[in-house]
């Protein structure tokens, strides 16, 4: 009898189906070093201009993508069977000459120096605005009655400039930080209580982030929304006609003669205390902003699902194609070229459909691709999406966003998932960091709220769970910092031209962040049941019944 059994277990064993692989293991063994360097290099080639949208570089870039999408098998998921959605788009540029910021006190007016002492990126609803109004400091401008703050209470802000600090308060649980740090956040809730102007100013830890010098050509490259059907700008909330960023010497002008100081200001703000009050004096704000309409695309591609009734919910991947164009040049070169941010996660997506569509069996659930536009303008392409959804990706359920690839920076040893604990994505994340023999780390950096400055955000507005995927602060190398090198490319490289493609850089690491973000779709495509929020979620109860 031993015998016997012994021999069918050499069978077993021998069988083809006893050494068979996951396919999913197979997969995402294929994804390619190579690959992801040569999509890098030519995203982020200065013949491409920078990627900005409506301009012959972003267009080849997303013409590319089609292309590669094209090549996979993929399915277009775009209008009317393309691979494109195309997003209306209203840009404004600031006429600097012709625009005004002024003080005026008890000893008089004074104005400012545009550049210098104030910047603004223009005004959406019009071609020329102007205000005059009585100034009133209202902390963050933050109403929130779940952490006990109101910046609004006890002041009355209506038909009058509000001058208000980026951010907020840090005391609040990251999540809910994230959300009343948002700027549309800030200003809608200006507009609730009758303001008609603000004047925004940067904590000190803020500006030590990101100096003034760094704000002002940003600003100085405008801003764009996209257009409704009826050709009005989306979010731009023309009751507020004037958005205007100072330097802290024009702020301690506006606490002059108050009986505090900005400092004191900035103190209250760092101890956890609303100090909201009327200033002395006015302000006047004059804008004049040149507009242009302009249309570019989101790339969409669609992997179907295997699944008869799960088909219909889509896994939705998302990455930024789109970077600034032209900015000022760094040792002769004036082309942001966003190797990093974000040519490297669109290289990345790339790789992961590529993977997705080697499949032998697509998963249960549907899983697609957008390449979107205008991200670095306010997250517009991604935010048209999600209101405009295409007909062929039905309803997403889950989105996993890419901007910056992980690993790109160093070789890691761990990943965080800003988002995850909000959701039942966490389980997903888990299995996927494990699979790849990494651990999952809390956000390193929860100042920098990128749970609402990045595409993911758009999504989760409409009520769907969503994870933004990037690599941990702990490198594989011992004597690399990770947190010190994520933080010294924020302050040195992060929206300049020195973001340029280096083909020396670690592909291997890029390509083990990108088997992880395969095996996050792969898990939440193939399970039983959808992604849900969390019970009591701040952000699930607060858009959970959106979609």
Known sequence: MRAVCTAVLLLLLASPAAGRERPDDVAARGIRPDAIRAHVGF??????????????????????????????????????????????????????????????????????????????????????????????????????????????????????????????????????????????????????????????????????????????????????????ADGSPRDAFSELRGWVLLHDRAGEALFAGSGRTLADAYADAAAGRPASGPLPGSARIRLVTRHTDIASDNVLGLLPGSDPVARGETVLFTAHLDHLGHCPPVNG???????????????????????????????????????????????????YLAEHPTKALGRIVANVNLDGAPGYLYAMKDVVAIGREHSTLDAAVQRAARREGLTVAEDPMPEEVFFVRSDQFSFVKRGVPAVFLGEGPTARDPGIDGLATSSAWLKTRYHTPADAFDPQSDWTAVAEGARYTFRVGWEVAGARVAPAWNAGDFFGERFGKVR
Request: aromatic share 10%.
């Open 43 to 228: 995203l982020a080639d200065g013949l491409l201009e920078g990627r900005e949208p409506g301009t012959r570089g972003y267009d080849v870039a997303a013409r590319y993508v089609a292309a590669q999408l094209e090549g996979m098998g993929l399915r277009p998921a775009g209008d009317a069977g393309s691979w494109y959605q195309r997003v209306p788009l209203r840009r404004g540029v600031l006429d600097t000459a012709r625009s005004a910021v002024t003080l005026v006190g008890p000893d008089g007016a004074r104005a400012l120096t545009e550049g210098a002492e104030w910047a603004a990126f223009g005004y959406a609803a019009a071609d020329e605005v102007a205000v005059e109004a009585p100034l009133v400091y209202a902390g963050f401008g933050v109403t929130a009655p779940d952490q006990d703050w109101d910046d609004y209470a006890g002041v009355d802000v209506r038909g009058k400039i509000v001058v208000l600090l980026w951010g907020a308060p840090s005391r609040f649980p990251a999540p809910v930080r994230a959300w009343h740090a948002d700027f549309r956040t800030q200003a809608r809730n200006a507009v609730a209580h009758g303001a008609v102007g603000v004047l925004l100013l940067l904590l000190p830890a803020d500006r030590e982030r990101f100096p003034w010098d760094w704000h002002v050509p940003q600003m100085h490259q405008g801003e764009m929304h996209w257009l409704d």
């Open 333 to 383: 070169d004036d082309v942001c070229h966003g190797a990093y941010d974000n040519a490297s996660g669109v290289a990345v997506l790339l790789e992961v459909a590529r993977a997705f569509a080697t499949l032998p069996k697509a998963p249960r659930r549907s899983v697609a691709f957008a390449f979107v536009t205008a991200e670095e303008m306010g997250l517009l392409g991604s935010d």
